[in-house]
């Protein structure tokens, strides 16, 4: 049975911002693998850094002449920077000892989780709305780290929301289109 890679939520106030982008990863140095370009299928280089976890993997299995779908976390400071952190490598039919059927190609398979390539799922606490720059600040909360450190951070989204929904809790789905990321849909789980 294949994964999703982007794996459902399972409590009413997850926090996390995650996606996946089907492109090449390109390292700065044969030295350093952890630092580098993601190549998107437009060709677009965007910023990337490999997560330790996620390191082995990418020495063991992948070729750099060839596209993949990567899990990412976001991070950006403007809607025009976007960084991405590599957490995974979504290949259900290399990676995955129990499948082994390739009659279905990645984008049906993506389809049958409901999702699709440069798809993001974001989900914290709106506060702030720049309304002349059609742009939405999200500040993500992760679970409490190992040493309590709260590392919350903020994600700005191209979007339109009332100003009335500050300070609530949002579910949204993003696609990322170059740099930015924009709201499709969202869902108010807590309304403050």
């Known amino acids: 049975m294949i994964k999703s890679p982007i794996q459902k939520v399972t409590e009413n106030f997850q926090n996390r911002a995650i996606g996946i982008i089907y492109g090449s990863y390109n390292p700065s140095s044969k030295e350093s693998l952890n630092k580098g370009l993601l190549k998107d ?6 910023d990337a850094v490999v997560l330790g976890k996620t390191l082995p993997l990418i020495k063991k299995y992948i070729d750099f002449n060839k596209k993949y779908f990567f899990i990412v976390y976001p991070r950006n400071t403007n809607t025009d920077n976007l ?24 984008n049906e398979i993506l389809k049958n989780f409901d999702l699709k390539d440069n798809y993001f799922s974001i989900r914290g606490k709106l506060i702030f709305v720049k309304i002349p720059e059609k742009e939405v600040i999200v500040k993500i909360t992760p679970l409490k780290i190992l040493n309590n450190k709260n590392k919350s951070f903020k994600l700005i989204l191209k979007a339109e929301l009332p100003l009335n929904l500050i300070n609530s809790f949002l579910s949204i789905d993003a696609l990322r289109v170059g740099n930015a990321l924009y709201m499709e849909n ?3 789980i807590e309304n403050k």
């Open 41 to 46: 299928q437009n060709n677009l280089s965007l």
């Open 83 to 106: 960084h991405l952190q590599i957490s995974g490598i979504w290949d259900p039919h290399s990676l995955n000892k129990e499948q082994k059927d390739y009659s279905q190609n990645y």
């Open 186 to 188: 969202f869902e108010v």
